[in-house]
């Protein structure tokens, strides 16, 4: 199984963007689904995670109010990503990862299958 993540591009600041993870197989189970983020010269962070339900979602505080995370079972399993009101630090490459685990926080090792990445870039 693998992770195919997409959405990412140029955007000025205070546009919008919609990133999307999707699972190369339809019947892939998972507890919850996160999106990290690694700008140029720092560690890789956390930016939001979703349970199977859609029952429990974690933010982030930079980006709390600005973006949301949501997923479509009827779609391939999906997981979204929107962002609004981007901003320059925002500017980072993408990931989204699963987890199997029960218990999960916002800790990378905590999530097995990752996907490829995708760039967004906040630029005037």
């Known amino acids: 199984v693998q992770l195919q993540a997409s959405g990412g591009g140029l955007v000025q600041p205070g546009g919008s963007l919609r990133l999307s993870c999707q699972p190369s197989?339809?019947?892939?189970?998972?507890?919850?689904t996160a999106w990290f983020r690694r700008a140029p010269g720092k560690e890789r962070e956390f930016v939001a995670s979703?349970?199977?339900?859609?029952?429990?979602?974690?933010y982030r505080n930079s980006v709390k109010g600005r973006f949301t995370i949501s997923r479509n079972n009827t779609i391939k399993n999906t997981v979204y990503l929107r962002m609004d009101n981007l901003k320059p630090e925002d500017t980072a490459v993408y990931f989204c990862?699963?987890?199997?685990?029960?218990?999960?926080?916002?800790?990378?090792?905590?999530?097995?299958?990752w996907g490829q990445g995708t760039q967004v870039t906040v630029s005037s």
């Open positions: 990862a699963t987890t199997q685990r029960l218990r999960y926080g916002d800790s990378p090792p905590e999530f097995s299958l």
């Open positions: 197989e339809r019947t892939f189970s998972w507890v919850a």
């Open positions: 979703i349970n199977w339900r859609g029952s429990s979602k974690n």
